[in-house]
């Protein structure tokens, strides 16, 4: 985890309400990822971000969005259009210059 | 603690004895791998890493196995450990592309 931080642990909505998740770093890294975990299944790639004020989109941004105003913060919106967002999300960072990831603690959402 | 990856491969070996992890990747460009290790309700864990150049590499009671002709890595924890129970899985990667990308896991359990 270290240096990553990730606001709540566990976090409960009613369905049509959108959420955000925080994540939080002070590792002075560029790179700054979304990731989606489900049982059974590899970690999904949601977004990314390589820079601060940019963005891009992975496998499943739909009913996600995403902002990089300071380098050391990208929150993820849940937002009502995701059709199943209870899951595991993961927020990882990584330095550009190699292609380790480095992950946050998590945030389990359920949304009923 | 929550389950991650309920319909996961599973290994079972006794404290003490040798675990050998496998997982097969699936692009044959992809020139950088990794070993994650995911405890219960936590992020994953970086374990160690090998570039395509390389056959082998070892770490502390870790080696990492890569075969380039069958895509195949595997990840041989010695003396294995209670606390080595968790979920691994390997992620692969291309130089400049951010596109890392995750195996859905095996849940090793070590008993006493």
């Known amino acids: 985890d270290g240096g990553i931080t990730q606001s709540p642990k566990y976090l409960f909505r009613k369905e049509g309400q959108n959420v955000t998740l925080s994540c939080e770093q002070n590792?002075?890294?560029?790179?700054m990822y979304w990731y989606r975990q489900d049982p059974g299944q590899g970690l999904r790639l949601i977004y990314y971000?390589?820079?601060?004020?940019?963005?891009q989109k992975g496998d499943i941004a739909e009913g996600y969005s995403v902002s990089r105003e300071k380098k050391e913060s990208f929150p993820l919106t849940v937002t009502s259009a995701q059709k199943n967002p209870t899951a595991f999300y993961l927020c990882?960072?990584?330095?550009?210059?190699?292609?380790?990831?480095?992950f946050g603690p998590g945030t389990r959402l359920t949304v009923t | 603690g929550e389950s991650v990856g309920l319909h996961l491969p599973t290994l079972s070996v006794q404290e003490g004895d040798n675990s050998i992890i496998n997982c097969a990747y699936s692009?044959?460009?992809?020139?950088?791998f990794i070993w994650y290790k995911q405890e219960s309700g936590k992020g994953p864990q970086f374990i160690i890493d090998?570039?395509?150049?390389?056959d082998k590499r070892q770490g502390q009671r870790v080696t990492v196995l890569l075969n380039k002709t069958v895509k195949h890595l595997s990840l041989q924890i010695a003396a294995t450990q209670p606390g080595d129970s968790a979920v691994y899985f390997c992620?692969?990667?291309?130089?400049?592309?951010?596109?890392?990308?995750f195996g859905a896991g095996t849940r090793l359990t070590v008993k006493p």
């Open positions: 990882a960072t990584g330095t550009g210059s190699n292609y380790e990831q480095y």
């Open positions: 090998i570039r395509s150049n390389m």
């Open positions: 992620a692969e990667n291309t130089i400049n592309n951010n596109d890392m990308r």
């Open positions: 971000s390589q820079i601060v004020n940019d963005f």
């Open positions: 692009n044959s460009a992809s020139d950088y």
């Open positions: 590792l002075n890294h560029d790179a």
